[in-house]
């Protein structure tokens, strides 16, 4: 679409030029010359494409060439004075207004843009200015809470309000001139009054109140499982920091009736108690004490030197291969012989 290009008299604050600007293309539409011929009284020759464009031109900068493009119905003040009746009618007659959207044609473009383009006049803007300020502003400003700027940001959006309503400039298809009536006066056909009321009520701004601060919160980190406060039912047992040293594999002795595994963490029972304190039944008179010979040890091995009740002292042990051929042999416990082991298994 090509860039809409616009007169000075279509700028803000700027004041109505004594002639429209009006661009028609080479060949006149027949529409054109049909509305032409009515509007006028006195018959003009419109047979050519400048006498078409000087027919308009006069015609649109007439003082008179003023159009409705909408009628709004507005209250008269703010919801909380707002009268009161029992009658419908007579409670919109006291609280409510019309204001005509009067415009005037600024630009007509019939080459690149095919658009007509109005503003409106002082009297509307000053009309919708004032509706602004006495009620719309009171309205936006009691629906919102009150914060430190409120009232500097309510004066800033009647400012700009102010600003965006002389620059309105309403465009729309050059069609439009289909409505145009004597001495250039004329309304907004198939539908297009409703634009303009979307577009004009577009320009009342509510009230945006500051956005909220951002807070961080400080969260408290999570507890371990192990911590009391967090102690609950589906705790999950916790695994022991240390565990026992591992036992050389040296200092095991051989499965033998005779020594107890040093890596046992309960010692047995008569590994603290004396030799003489056991108390072991004679054998049967039908066996004797068979003759044994020396073993390699000539002192006889007992276990109770190297225990001190429950702690393991550091007298070194005979390894599990210089016991290996001895198992069966004569090794004295305090004359006590563990190779007759069998004549004692069922009494122990």
Not at 29 to 49: A, D, F, G, H, Q
Not at 59 to 84: H, V
Not at 184 to 190: F, I, K, R, W
Not at 211 to 228: E, G, H, K, N, T
Request: proline letters at 11%.
């Amino acid at each position: 679409m090509p860039v809409q290009l616009l007169p000075a008299s279509a700028a803000a604050f700027a004041p109505r030029a004594s002639s429209v600007n009006v661009v028609l293309g080479s060949k006149v539409e027949p529409w054109l010359t049909k509305t032409l011929k009515r509007i006028n009284k006195v018959k003009r020759p419109l047979n050519s494409v400048p006498q078409h464009t000087k027919c308009l031109t006069e015609t649109l900068s007439s003082p008179n060439a003023i159009w409705i493009l909408a009628s709004l119905m507005l209250p008269k003040a703010p919801e909380d004075k707002l009268k009161k009746d029992s009658n419908p009618l007579v409670e919109a007659i006291s609280n409510y207004q019309l204001i005509h959207l009067e415009a005037y044609i600024v630009h007509v473009d019939m080459v690149l843009r095919n658009e007509v383009a109005f503003k409106l006049t002082p009297d509307t803007i000053e009309s919708l200015i004032e509706y602004h300020k006495d009620v719309h502003c009171p309205n936006t400003k009691a629906s919102t809470y009150d914060w430190s700027e409120k009232d500097q940001q309510c004066k800033k959006l009647h400012e700009d309000f102010i600003q965006a309503i002389n620059k309105f400039v309403f465009s729309t298809h050059v069609t439009a001139l289909e409505g145009l009536e004597e001495e250039g006066a004329g309304e907004l056909l198939d539908g297009r009054s409703e634009d303009v009321k979307n577009a004009v009520m577009n320009l009342y701004k509510p009230l945006l109140p500051p956005p909220p601060r951002i807070v961080d919160v400080v969260r408290q980190p999570p507890l371990l499982p192990s911590s009391p406060h967090n102690a609950s039912m589906w705790s999950q047992p916790t695994t022991p920091s240390s565990l026992p040293a591992p036992i050389e594999s040296w200092r095991v002795l051989p499965s033998s009736p005779s020594v107890a595994s040093s890596g046992s963490a309960s010692p047995p029972m008569w590994a603290s108690m004396g030799v003489s304190e056991v108390q072991m039944p004679s054998p049967t008179p039908a066996y004797s004490t068979p003759a044994y010979s020396a073993p390699a040890y000539s002192t006889p091995f007992s276990s109770a030197g190297y225990y001190y009740g429950s702690t393991l002292v550091s007298a070194p042990l005979p390894l599990p291969s210089m016991l290996a051929p001895h198992c069966g042999v004569s090794m004295g416990f305090n004359n006590f012989g563990w190779d007759r082991y069998q004549e004692y298994t069922t009494t122990m």
